[in-house]
């Protein structure tokens, strides 16, 4: 393993990376967590690298393997909430190039990928709003996570680790036919049901996680990747947490109008009147919701 990463990083950083890592079978399993503090060297950016660069070798199809053996990308965003703005920048950019816009992976697998465990490991380390100068710590051009980024756009000259993930997510969520938004039955989305692996109908509601078979179709798939977007929604993004996250609710539920019904069914805040600034942030984003236009 240590050779094949040498090869692949063309012998940079070579020496510090024998010294800061013990290299034995024990221990492999905490390297995607590995941190330096050398300047410019950082174990962990290495390995992310590495292991996603399998996604955009031409007509590799290791990657479906890396896909069945999910410790090796979820233990990627495992301490995500620790990263620094590179680290925490360099695993979001190759993610979002070599999986959410990679179109040989099948949706039933991006949807386990971005289960609600990944996602609440990356709204954990949205928390910190710290603003941050990309340019000073190597990021010349942050990632926008926007479909056909023009590379005419001028750079973001301030950034945080809050806008970073915020971005990412609403790349992963918020554009109809990209990651795992997929627009199909309008406001009224119909159950679920999908066959198990026993023949039997399976009318799952949204928490219980599904079973993909051969015999599913094509819209069953589309409508269960919107209800892990509801899932998610639920779960983990809470619009009160941040301005950041209320903007990313509307956006996603401005893509997918149908789950703006069981959302709101499921979400729990205080409308009772009374002077204060949660009152006026829940009623704020009740009336953002309000006015999103009908499919």
Not at 54 to 82: D, H, P
Not at 195 to 221: P, W
Request: charged letters at 20%.
């Amino acid at each position: 393993m240590l050779y094949q990463i040498v090869v692949y990083s063309q012998g940079e950083h070579a020496d510090q990376l024998r010294h800061t890592f013990d290299w034995t079978q024990k221990s492999l399993a905490t390297l995607p967590m590995t941190r330096s503090n050398i300047i410019g060297f950082s174990v962990r950016r290495l390995w992310i690298r590495f292991v996603l660069s399998f996604f955009s070798v031409e007509r590799c199809k290791t990657f479906n393997q890396l896909l069945g053996a999910r410790k090796i990308i979820g233990a990627l965003f495992l301490g995500v909430e620790k990263d620094t703005y590179q680290e925490l920048h360099t695993l979001l950019e190759s993610v979002f190039a070599s999986v959410v816009l990679n179109e040989e992976i099948a949706r039933s697998d991006k949807v386990r990928v971005f289960g609600i465990q990944l996602v609440g490991n990356l709204v954990k380390a949205g928390q910190n709003a710290q603003d941050i100068t990309p340019q000073l710590v190597g990021i010349e051009r942050p990632a926008l996570f926007v479909p056909g980024e023009a590379a005419s756009l001028e750079p973001l000259t301030t950034d945080s680790l809050s806008g970073l993930v915020t971005r990412f997510l609403r790349g992963l969520m918020a554009f109809p036919g990209q990651g795992i938004c997929f627009k199909q039955y309008g406001l009224y989305t119909p159950p679920r049901r999908l066959l198990g692996d026993d023949g039997a109908t399976d009318e799952a509601d949204m928490h219980d996680v599904a079973t993909f078979t051969k015999n599913s179709s094509s819209s069953e798939m589309q409508d269960l990747c919107n209800s892990q977007i509801l899932r998610i929604l639920v779960v983990c993004i809470n619009p009160s947490l941040s301005k950041d996250m209320s903007s990313l609710a509307i956006d996603i539920m401005r893509a997918s109008p149908e789950l703006i019904a069981p959302f709101w069914r499921n979400y729990h805040c205080s409308f009772e009147p009374r002077l204060s600034l949660s009152y006026l942030r829940n009623t704020g984003f009740a009336i953002k919701v309000m006015s999103l236009p009908l499919p």
